[in-house]
């Protein structure tokens, strides 16, 4: 069937350091999600892509969507303790009805 | 502007007990509503999607089912509890003509 994998699962990193999670669909994508859930609470969107290489910007956040719309990726620069959380991607089908296939979440951890 | 709530923030009930979660969406008509499950550290199931009043689907087979008596009212139910129901139990919406998912706090279901 269809899915999607997120890489890495875990990330730890000190403050200040950059992160980044990647996204790889088994099929064509129409669009791109991303979604933050802080710990105990729930996803909250963040962007969404549609554009064959598109990159997007957010203060120190930026998305890029692969040239084949099969892939993904979002880079912090300088991690702050507020991006603590988990990070999903959701691909919507070329055939989609409007469902999301979720990534499994890359957790990202701060180290003290 | 649109809102979701959903009740109970958290619940504990013992197996074999009925179960009836709750989503209502406001500042939006026609919305797709989604039930999720998501178990501790893990990324989301999607349960039932509805795109209408009396119209839902389920992708997982399982004791819960959903209904959706109003148009912006979503339902969970079960008749009889099993302890692998335990998780936390998002519900979200979009619009009938976009992607991007809201979804509500959740409810956080123990069974016990």
């Known amino acids: 069937g269809q899915q999607v994998m997120q890489i890495p699962q875990y990330q730890h990193v000190q403050e200040g350091e950059d992160f980044t999670t990647y996204c790889n669909s088994s099929?064509?994508?129409?669009?791109i999600q991303w979604y933050k859930q802080r710990p105990g609470g729930h996803p909250v969107f963040l962007i969404q892509?549609?554009?064959s290489g598109e990159v997007k910007k957010q203060k120190r956040l930026t998305f890029q969507f692969g040239e084949a719309k099969k892939n993904s990726s979002l880079h912090i620069t300088a991690t702050q303790t507020t991006d603590v959380g988990t990070y999903f991607c959701?691909?919507?089908?070329?055939?989609?009805?409007?469902?999301?296939?979720w990534g499994a979440g890359t957790k990202l951890i701060i180290k003290p | 502007s649109q809102t979701i709530h959903q009740w109970p923030a958290t619940l504990v009930q013992p197996v074999g007990s009925p179960l009836s979660l709750e989503c209502t969406v406001e500042?939006?008509?026609?919305?797709?509503l989604y039930w999720y499950r998501q178990a501790a550290g893990r990324g989301l199931q999607l349960l039932f999607y509805?795109?209408?009043?009396?119209?839902i689907s389920s992708e997982v087979p399982q004791n819960l089912s959903a209904s959706r008596p109003q148009d912006r009212q979503f339902i969970l139910s079960s008749k009889k509890l099993l302890l692998s129901d335990s998780g936390f139990y998002l519900c979200?919406?979009?619009?009938?003509?976009?992607?991007?998912?809201?979804f509500g706090p959740g409810t956080r279901l123990t069974v016990t």
């Open positions: 959701a691909g919507v089908p070329m055939d989609s009805n409007y469902q999301l296939i």
């Open positions: 099929t064509t994508l129409s669009n």
């Open positions: 892509l549609v554009k």
């Open positions: 500042g939006t008509s026609n919305p797709n």
């Open positions: 509805s795109v209408g009043i009396g119209q």
């Open positions: 979200a919406w979009s619009g009938d003509s976009s992607y991007e998912q809201y």
